[in-house]
Nanobody
């Protein structure tokens, strides 16, 4: 069992930066891939980024490549999403999720989810 808690969301102007954190409890976090997804009202969750258990492999949505960086520190049971050069279209609720095994980009594969953190980017 893994419980996830996101933090670090907020309101920023376009071009600004935020770093989201996802703190996990549970013994299997270090063996789990972690993904970040985002969702706006009335729309489905969209993949943002994911990282494997060791932090040696990651994937990104095309819309965030070069601007966002996913990382993790297993000694702290924490995953991060560094978001730079934010755009108004990045506005969403951001969720972290965990799944045992390899990196996955579809939300239906993930077993554990946090409650989400709001990111608002103004123009």
């Amino acid at each position: 069992q893994v419980q996830l808690v996101e933090s670090g969301g907020g309101s920023v102007q376009a071009g600004g930066s935020l770093r989201l954190s996802c703190v996990a409890s549970g013994r299997t976090f270090s063996a789990s891939a972690v993904g970040w997804f985002r969702q706006t009202p009335g729309k489905e969750q969209n993949f943002v980024a994911a990282i494997n258990w060791s932090g040696t492999s990651s994937e990104y949505a095309d819309s965030v490549k070069g601007r966002f960086t996913i990382s993790r520190d297993n000694s702290k049971n924490t995953a991060y999403l560094q978001m730079n050069t934010l755009k108004p279209e990045d506005t969403a609720i951001y969720y972290c999720a965990a799944v045992t095994g390899v990196v996955k980009t579809s939300p239906e594969w993930y077993d554990y989810w946090g409650q989400g953190t709001q990111v608002t980017v103004s123009s």
